[in-house]
Nanobody
Framework: VPLQASGGGLVQAGGSLRLSCAASVRTFSTYAVGWFRQAPGKEREFVARITWTDGPAYADSVKGRFTISRDSAKNTVDLQMNSLKPEDTAVYYC???????????????????WGQGTLVTVSS
């Protein structure tokens, strides 16, 4: 189940970016999908997830600024990032939860398929 993450880039603080995660499998919509990020020297951390019923959840650090959404027709899960801060700089990964019809974990161990990552750099 290859996942393709795209949309990263360089943006000034306060700017916006939209990341997209595309999957090439029909059952993608029946799994929770998460976005995680990893900054240099830090562990990979949860950013947002959307359940198979399209219920969202966010890390406190991005709540109110990021929005996760799913387009089942396109088999994509997007992450709209607004009011970006320098501390949002990281490689962003999308991943599919291991269990079908799962609750949407915030832990990396509960995800089995990962995209290749896309770099987001926010300058001050």
């Amino acid at each position: 189940v290859p996942l393709q993450a795209s949309g990263g880039g360089l943006v000034q603080a306060g700017g916006s970016l939209r990341l997209s995660c595309a999957a090439s499998v029909r059952t993608f919509s029946t799994y929770a999908v998460g976005w995680f990020r990893q900054a240099p020297g830090k562990e990979r951390e949860f950013v947002a997830r959307i359940t198979w019923t399209d219920g969202p959840a966010y890390a406190d650090s991005v709540k109110g600024r990021f929005t996760i959404s799913r387009d089942s027709a396109k088999n994509t899960v997007d992450l709209q990032m607004n009011s970006l801060k320098p501390e949002d700089t990281a490689v962003y990964y999308c991943a599919r939860e291991r269990r079908r019809y799962g609750a949407g974990s915030i832990f990396t161990v509960d995800y089995d398929y990962w995209g290749q990552g896309t770099l987001v750099t926010v300058s001050s």
